[in-house]
């Protein structure tokens, strides 16, 4: 048997066709890699997509936080190094430490997947799992994921219908997209000012293919609370904390 | 002196979270590698972008064609095989090679550069470039770029505002962004029976972030030619040709 490995590192490079008008890495793209780490990293452990199917059960990601000094720079190099923090019957609680080239830390990322059941919806127990994974004694040191609440009245609504390149291999909005619909809110002279420090997200309906959401929104330069809303039932929700850049 | 490559490869790992509803590679991120394939490639050959910007020069994809049998599936290996078949002071094109996890090939690109002042946005003469490049003998087996005149009356015209997402590190519309653009136009059950055949594309004039274009398309279920316009100039001409998926 294979030796699992209790933390897992990929090495990256930042191409310049992956870069957004700041020549730093997009959100949208950080949040498919860490995705994608995840992901890796389960199957490695044997608690991934195969081991979940044999009893009708799927990863879904409910919980997303990051926190970043800084952003990694077009044509660089960066790592992520991830690792199991928590696990419970409820959920998979996992840190994704985020290094530049020179393989200083510039942030982290928490992520909380649940395991479904890919035609019931319902949650899945994961009681099984804590013999095959050993959490790890490493804390991460970033908040946790706040409580957000309904954000009421809000100061920008905007709709959006979702399209074919908008969908994942499940046949759902792609995670990411959401992201990506958040941050199309501000413009380039926004971001040109400012960056995201911190990004919290939480999944809570999955939207399909040509359904209409609004995307709702109030805060200030410095916090913005966000909302896509299907039908009156929420999809997602957001804060995004800005700093102004120096 | 570090020897040149005159064929540069690059491996890649297509994941879960990469892929579109049909569980395969989409047009947009093959479209991406290819130009971050060709860019490596032109680093290290030492024409890429520090090169140029010493005469205040840039690339930029004039012209693209796509034609693949099957596109890389979900959680699978594929590579890209790059090299340049011609080189002359007007323009540079490289072919590309797409093989999958079995080194198979899948199908091939090719993607016509030019170089352009960065101030003035006139063309660059390449012809001192011949000293550092020799053309490889190997043809690609591909058809050439169509020639793509106006579509005329459109069965279909929709509009787009470019937002933030959409913009890349030059400050224009990405590239990939006109590729997604113009997929956008069918829907799941539509890529569900057909996949992309063959996909060619000219980039005309630049567009920038808050500016409205017209999508226009004309076609049937095996081809399609579709143009986006902005105030009645063209930015981009497409055709794709689909094949009915069996």
Known sequence: MEEQKAEYRVDYYLTAAECDAQQEMSLPLLTQR????????????????????????AWVLSRLSIELQRFPSIDTAYSLITWVEELNRHYSERIVEIRDGSDEVIGYARLTWVAIHIATRRPADLSAMLEKITPSERRCPIERHPRMGKIGEADMV?????????????????????????????????????????????????????ETVEVRSVGDENTQDVEIVRDGAVCTRARIKFNRRS
Chains 1, 2 share one sequence.
């Open 34 to 57: 860490l995705i994608d780490i995840a992901t890796a990293h389960a199957d490695a452990l044997g608690v991934g997509y195969d081991y979940l199917i044999k009893e009708n059960n």
């Open 158 to 210: 905007t709709t959006y219908r979702f399209k074919y390149s908008d969908i994942d291999f499940n046949r759902h909005v792609n995670s990411t997209r959401y992201v990506q619909l958040i941050l199309d809110r501000w413009g380039l002279d926004f971001f040109d000012r400012h960056r995201v420090s911190r990004f919290d997200i939480s999944y809570h309906a999955e939207a399909l293919f040509g």
